[in-house]
T-cell receptor, first 114, second 112 residues
Framework: DAGITQSPRHKVTETGTPVTLRCHQT?????MYWYRQDPGHGLRLIHY???????DKGEVSDGYSVSRSKTEDFLLTLESATSSQTSVYFC?????????????FGEGSWLTVV | DAKTTQPPSMDCAEGRAANLPCNHS???????VYWYRQIHSQGPQYIIH???NNETNEMASLIITEDRKSSTLILPHATLRDTAVYYC?????????????FGGGTRLMVKP
C-alpha cells in the first residue's frame, strides 16, 4: 500500500451543494494530485500540488479548487456541485526524482451528484 | 508529453506470457516510459518504468526498442488476476514533478 487514504470513499450529494474530498498521505511525499476518471475519457488531471500552499491547475480544473495546508493533506473542493462532476476521483502522490519519480494512487472516491 | 498508442484490447491464456505493445514514436530523449494497470473499481497500480534499458521487477519486464519509439510490457505468466486495463505513459519531468497523462490503455483479458 502507498499510504494514501481518501475520504469519503462514496458520497451522494445534491446539485448546488459544496463538496470536499480529502486525501491523506503518510509518506511525506512532496507532490500530490487529484485526477478524475470518466468512461470514454480515462484519467484526467484536475489540480496538483508541489508543496504546502503550492498548487496549480491541471487539464480539467474548472469548477474545482484545492488546498494544501499540510504536507499530508490535499483537499479537493467542488464549490457548487453539478451533475457533470459525477465521477470517480483519485488522489495520487509522488516523492519526485529523489524517490524514483513514481506516482502512487489511492483507491478512489465515488461521487454522485443528483 | 509524447503521445502513446496501444491496442484497445488483447486476450491471453492463463499461464502464458502476455505481451502488451506500446508505440511512442515522438518520445523525447529525457522522457521515461511508465506502465500502470487498473483493475476494475480500483486505483491505478504502478508496474514498471524505464528510460532506454530493459527493466525487470517482480511484476513484469519492460522491453524498450533501441530507437525508443516503442516498448513492450511482458507479464511472464499471466493469471486471471492480471485481467485489467494497462496504461503505457510517457512522462516529462517539470517543476510540478511527474504529472502523468493517461490514454485509453489496453484492456487485457486473461482467460482460463
Amino acid at each position: 500500500d502507498a499510504g494514501i487514504t481518501q475520504s469519503p470513499r462514496h458520497k451522494v450529494t445534491e446539485t448546488g451543494t459544496p463538496v470536499t474530498l480529502r486525501c491523506h498521505q503518510t509518506e511525506n511525499h512532496r507532490y500530490m494530485y487529484w485526477y478524475r476518471q470518466d468512461p470514454g475519457h480515462g484519467l484526467r488531471l484536475i489540480h496538483y500540488s508541489y508543496g504546502v500552499k503550492d498548487t496549480d491547475k491541471g487539464e480539467v480544473s474548472d469548477g474545482y479548487s484545492v488546498s494544501r495546508s499540510k504536507t499530508e493533506d490535499f483537499l479537493l473542493t467542488l464549490e457548487s456541485a453539478t451533475s457533470s462532476q459525477t465521477s470517480v476521483y483519485f488522489c495520487a502522490i509522488s516523492g519526485g526524482r529523489q524517490l524514483g519519480n513514481t506516482i502512487y494512487f489511492g483507491e478512489g472516491s465515488w461521487l454522485t451528484v443528483v | 508529453d509524447a503521445k502513446t498508442t496501444q491496442p484497445p484490447s488483447m486476450d491471453c491464456a492463463e499461464g502464458r506470457a502476455a505481451n502488451l505493445p506500446c508505440n511512442h514514436s515522438t518520445i523525447s530523449g529525457n522522457e521515461y516510459v511508465y506502465w500502470y494497470r487498473q483493475i476494475h473499481s480500483q486505483g491505478p497500480q504502478y508496474i514498471i518504468h524505464g528510460l532506454k534499458n530493459n527493466e525487470t521487477n517482480e511484476m513484469a519486464s519492460l522491453i524498450i526498442t533501441e530507437d525508443r519509439k516503442s516498448s513492450t510490457l511482458i507479464l511472464p505468466h499471466a493469471t486471471l488476476r492480471d485481467t485489467a486495463v494497462y496504461y503505457c505513459i510517457v512522462r516529462a519531468f517539470n517543476n510540478a514533478g511527474n504529472m502523468l497523462t493517461f490514454g485509453g490503455g489496453t484492456r487485457l483479458m486473461v482467460k482460463p
